[in-house]
T-cell receptor, first 113, second 112 residues
């Protein structure tokens, strides 16, 4: 049937809990990956990135895990806060020199106080 | 650094009118990307430039859409004539050598 709009996966967590957002990427040759956060009415904001020669990266309260075997990327947010409520996108860089990023459809994170 | 600056923030126009969206890149970035975001299709890449040269415009929906980069710091996306189905939020993003994109705040276009 005809699509009536994107159905974004939604993750609902309690404030203070840890959140894990998952992403499957498409190109096994992609060499760079980024997670973005988009709040309502704003543009996507960079959270954390990882290169394909790594399997883990860490920032403040965030961790990115890369599993190249199954082409899977995850974002872990520790001690989730209400301000973390947003849509989260993963992106993979095409294996070329031009830097073109391909974005996933996004996951909505809802944090319950 | 003021980041990527887009103007206008909101644009309401009548069907058939020309619309021009503007984007100022971050100083020193050499790649520029125009995206469109809708509920139906999510975040779509329309066109991107590298060192002022259009690299891939396969995402531009129709000939009514055109984009230019007259210098290293500025780009425009033009829609002529505009149609109601063009209503969306249009983002530009710039990138430097580390490939991480920085997005602007977007232009919300409504065509009535």
């Amino acid at each position: 049937g005809e699509s009536v709009g994107l159905h974004l996966p939604t993750l609902s967590v309690q404030e203070g809990d840890n959140s894990i957002i998952n992403c499957a990427y498409s190109n096994s040759a992609s060499d760079y990956f980024i997670w973005y956060k988009q709040e309502s009415g704003k543009g996507p904001q960079f959270i954390i990135d990882i290169r394909s020669n790594m399997d883990k990266g860490q920032g403040q309260r965030v961790t990115v895990l890369l599993n190249k075997t199954v082409k899977h990327l995850s974002l872990q947010i520790a001690a989730t806060q209400p301000g973390d409520s947003a849509v989260y996108f993963c992106a993979e860089k095409e294996p070329s020199n031009t830097g073109k990023l391909i974005f996933g459809q996004g996951t909505t994170l809802q944090v319950k106080p | 650094d003021a980041g990527v600056i887009q103007s206008p923030r909101h644009e309401v126009t009548e069907m058939g009118q020309e619309v021009t969206l503007r984007c100022k890149l971050i100083s020193g970035h050499n790649s520029l990307f125009w995206y469109r975001q809708t509920m139906m299709r999510g975040l779509e890449l329309l066109i991107y430039f590298n060192n002022n040269v259009p690299i891939d415009d396969s995402g531009m929906p129709e000939d009514r859409f055109s984009a230019k980069m007259p210098n290293a710091s500025f780009s425009t996306l033009k829609i002529q004539p505009s149609e109601p189905r063009d209503s969306a939020v249009y983002f530009c993003a710039s990138s430097g050598r580390n490939y991480g994109y920085t997005f602007g705040s977007g232009t919300r276009l409504t065509v009535v």
